[in-house]
């Protein structure tokens, strides 16, 4: 009775997964080492994409949340949400700290001030 | 006892055949179950979490210095890395089986995977003293340290100090499921585990993958920089 819900994932799956882990891995390292001329800007996509796949197969199936209550999935998918504005945040700031707005070393309130009081000054 | 069976006395026959491991306050063993569960999941979350600041700091530097990355990671051996993406792959598939077993009341083959499992994770540790010895015996440090001949660029020591926690931290995530492993084989062994009572197999199972998925970032981020 006490198992009745859980799921007994069947041998030959688990071995499919690994298989297919594998295989991911051996095309990972091919790629990441390949020259792939006029697309070499997809070498970090691609090692990224492949090693996200590795690990949603690891998830589902390892560690068996395709078929496990929703409230673990929930749990994980929101440290990966925090993960994900982590990483989004720190990299926006670092790469476009300054283009929007006028947040650089001068005061912010400085010009404005000056083209305020300039028309009403003039007449 | 008595009074939990006083007061839900529908559920007086489940109490007859109370289970040693069933600890009192919890409803049933099905619920006793999904509670370790998902305090595991939250657990892997904060470590998801832990390793996600690396990531960034990782993120942040390689940005900054692709060029460096680029020659540094050079250094690394790509065969030993990938050895060993297939060792831990080989290893979360080991347990996987444990716990299938365990699940099926096999103990045999469940003490039997859980020992592979630690074995592998020992080749794992093993493949990695070589190669932070060989890091080492080229005088190849973290940081300020660096002092290798044949890489001599502005900020590579950066790179290591990324690798080295990065990896570090890894395995010693790596000693401690090891450890875990080791003490659920040795109460498999002694018949700890039944198809009624397996949560120890299977949270320590999920550690472990977890500790897999880390790795299965690493391995490209860190070894096969084009």
């Known amino acids: 009775m006490a198992h009745a819900t859980h799921h007994i994932i069947p041998r030959p799956l688990l071995l499919k997964v690994f298989l297919a882990l594998v295989a991911l891995t051996i095309i990972t390292a091919l790629t990441g080492q390949a020259d792939l001329g006029a697309f070499n800007f997809m070498h970090v996509p691609l090692a990224i994409g492949i090693a996200v796949i590795k690990a949603t197969l690891v998830v589902l199936f390892f560690m068996g949340l395709k078929y496990d209550r929703p409230i673990n999935a929930l749990a994980f998918i929101i440290g990966l949400l925090m993960v994900g504005v982590f990483l989004t945040f720190t990299l926006l700031d ?30 | ?102 699940q099926l009341g096999d103990q045999k083959r469940l003490v039997r995977n859980l020992w592979l499992t630690v074995v592998l994770a020992g080749v794992f540790m093993v493949v990695k003293y070589f190669e932070y010895s060989e890091k080492f015996h080229h005088h190849i440090f973290p940081g300020g340290n660096y002092a290798y001949e044949g890489l001599q660029i502005p900020y ?71």
Do not use: C
């Open chain 1, 94 to 123: 670092m790469l476009y700290r300054g283009d929007i707005g006028n947040l650089d070393a001068q005061p912010i309130r400085g010009p404005q001030i000056e083209q305020v009081e300039a028309p009403s000054g003039s007449p």
């Open chain 2, 1 to 102: 006892m008595a009074g939990a069976s006083e007061a839900v006395p529908g559920q007086a026959e489940a109490h007859v055949h109370h289970p040693p491991y069933l600890q009192h306050h919890f409803v049933s063993a099905e619920q006793q179950f999904d509670a370790a569960k998902l305090g595991m999941w939250i657990f892997l979350a904060t470590e998801i979490l832990l390793f996600s600041g690396m990531f960034v700091a990782y993120a942040i530097y390689r940005v900054w210095h692709p060029e460096v990355f680029q020659a540094a990671s050079k250094l690394l051996d790509w065969r030993l890395g990938g050895l060993n993406t297939l060792v831990l792959l080989a290893s979360s598939y080991t347990v996987a089986l444990a716990v299938h077993y365990a």
């Open chain 2, 156 to 226: 590579v020591g950066q790179f290591f100090s990324i690798y080295f926690v990065m990896t570090g931290i890894h395995g010693l995530h790596v000693l401690v499921g090891m450890g875990i492993l080791a003490w659920i084989a040795m109460r498999a062994q002694r018949g700890h585990f039944s198809p009624e009572y397996y949560t120890p197999v299977e949270i320590s199972a999920l550690y472990w993958h977890l500790v897999d998925i880390i790795w299965i970032f690493l391995f490209p981020l860190l070894y096969l920089i084009h």
